[in-house]
């Protein structure tokens, strides 16, 4: 069994796989101080609820933008597994180009995004990844990474109303059943979704414009959640990162 990681900073998405595909996943909050005897325990979890021994592992993988706890899931996979994770990197054989101005600056989770999505679907896509930041990811023709835009996500939004307004309340996540709010609940949540769900959308028809034909739409993230019903003419992947993920280790393991 291989365990994969993309670690976020919000969420931690964690994918088991097995010979034949996803056996089971989960995500938890990013802790902002995580401790070896923290990740050592989701270990144990993990293998409790899918009943499988530690032997059983064959290896350990992972998609990170949060050093901290980048370093405490290495550490505690090499003391619980014995195993040394592989890290997504844009020094690995990902099978696909990278043509931006700087490689290096891509982030571990959209390099993950861009070769789930490039098995999925070959080419000629555009994938909006809802997570903390909004990432929009262009494939071309043969798969290869085109360039991106990056924006606020929902739980960034939500949170600066909040913080930088003197009586704007933090609302919980609610999809209004109508455009225009009546009360202020109602009023925030209606631009959380519908205006970030308006905005990907519409940055997806810009960048179809300029690429020059139509493209395939790809919704993956932490918060795509709540908004996938407002995206119809999307694909939804939840998992999308983590099979990427795995699908470089499988590569550079064979390498």
């Known amino acids: 069994m291989l365990i994969c990681f993309d670690i976020g900073n919000s969420t931690v998405s964690i994918g088991c796989f097995g010979d034949n595909g996803l056996l089971y996943a989960t995500s938890i909050p990013s802790n ?28 350990v993988a992972y998609s990170s933008v949060v050093p901290d706890i980048e370093e405490k899931v290495k550490e505690a996979a090499i003391s619980y597994f014995g195993l040394e994770p592989y890290s997504v990197t844009i020094a690995s054989d990902l099978g696909l180009r990278v043509n931006v101005d700087h490689p290096e600056e891509v982030g571990a989770d959209l390099l993950s995004d ?14 909006v990844d809802m997570g903390t930041a909004t990432k929009i990811i262009l494939l071309g023709e ?4 085109e360039g991106c835009t990056i924006g606020v996500g929902p739980g960034i939004a939500k949170k600066a109303l909040n913080l930088d307004t003197a009586a704007l309340p933090e ?20 631009a959380l979704f519908y ?5 990907a959308r519409g940055l997806c028809d810009m960048i179809e414009r300029e690429y020059g034909k139509p ?12 908004i996938k019903e407002l995206l119809g003419e999307f694909s939804f992947y939840p998992d999308l990162a983590l099979y990427g993920v795995r699908e470089v ?7």
């Open 32 to 59: 902002p101080r995580p401790n070896i005897e923290q990740w050592e325990g989701v270990f144990e979890a993990l293998l409790k609820y899918g009943k499988k021994e530690r032997y059983e592992v064959t290896g």
């Open 114 to 127: 861009a070769v789930a999505a490039k098995k999925i679907s070959g080419g000629d896509t555009v994938i």
């Open 215 to 226: 493209l395939h739409r790809v919704l993956t993230g932490g918060y795509a959640n709540l």
């Open 171 to 190: 609302v919980e996540f609610s999809l209004p059943k109508k455009v225009l709010g009546k009360n202020t609940h109602d009023s925030i949540n209606s």
């Open 142 to 145: 043969e798969g290869s990474f």
């Open 249 to 255: 280790y499988l590569r550079n393991k064979k390498a």
């Open 195 to 199: 205006g970030l769900s308006a905005e």
